[in-house]
């Protein structure tokens, strides 16, 4: 490893975390929300369906791998392995917005939309930096730059969601002051 290579690498990692101590110092409190009963039975009941679609999805891989299919398969096993995960992520996330049960009552989602935002874009400038470099290892596509925009599209996925629902809510609130 070259020197310019740790230095950049060191620098990098320290930005990171004087960034990540800001926006912790400064979202403790306005992301910090308490949910209701209602809201923890749906949370509840969106992990169970996680853990089923993750028990499914890891099933499926494990009946590819049994048979010997993923020699065939244009992807590493790795980025498989990743998909089922980001896919019960996204199970949850979604039956949670779906329910009302993704904020807490009383959290400032500004505040949380601002940090989804810097994680999508840095995951994009990862991914498609990465992929400059070339997304294929053996003919497949590799973990780095593919996970990254896996990611990155999970979470547009949900910022989606988060303002469809937003602007629902905000359309029944207005239906109901016209009563």
Excluded: H
Excluded at 32 to 59: I, N, P, S
Excluded at 168 to 176: G, I, L, Q, S, V
């Amino acid at each position: 490893m070259s020197t310019s290579y740790a230095a950049g690498l060191a620098f990098g990692i320290v930005t990171a975390l004087i960034i990540f101590a800001l926006i912790w110092k400064f979202s403790k409190k306005s992301m910090k929300g308490t949910f209701d009963e209602r809201q923890e039975l749906v949370r509840g009941r969106g992990y169970k369906y996680a853990c089923f679609t993750m028990l499914g999805l890891l099933t499926l891989d494990l009946l590819i791998e049994s048979f010997g299919a993923f020699e065939t398969l244009p992807v590493t096993r790795t980025l498989a392995i990743f998909f089922i995960i980001l896919a019960g992520v996204m199970v949850y996330a979604l039956y949670c917005i779906k329910n009302d049960s993704y904020f807490g009552v009383g959290t400032d989602t500004r505040t949380y939309r601002a940090v989804m935002w810097v994680v999508i874009v840095c995951n994009a400038i990862s991914g498609f930096s990465g992929l400059k470099d070339g997304a294929l290892v053996d003919g497949k596509l590799s973990f780095g730059p593919c996970a990254s925009l896996m990611f990155c599209l999970a979470f547009v996925i949900i910022m989606i969601s988060l303002s469809i629902k937003q602007r629902k809510m905000a359309d029944e609130e207005a239906a109901e002051d016209d009563m």
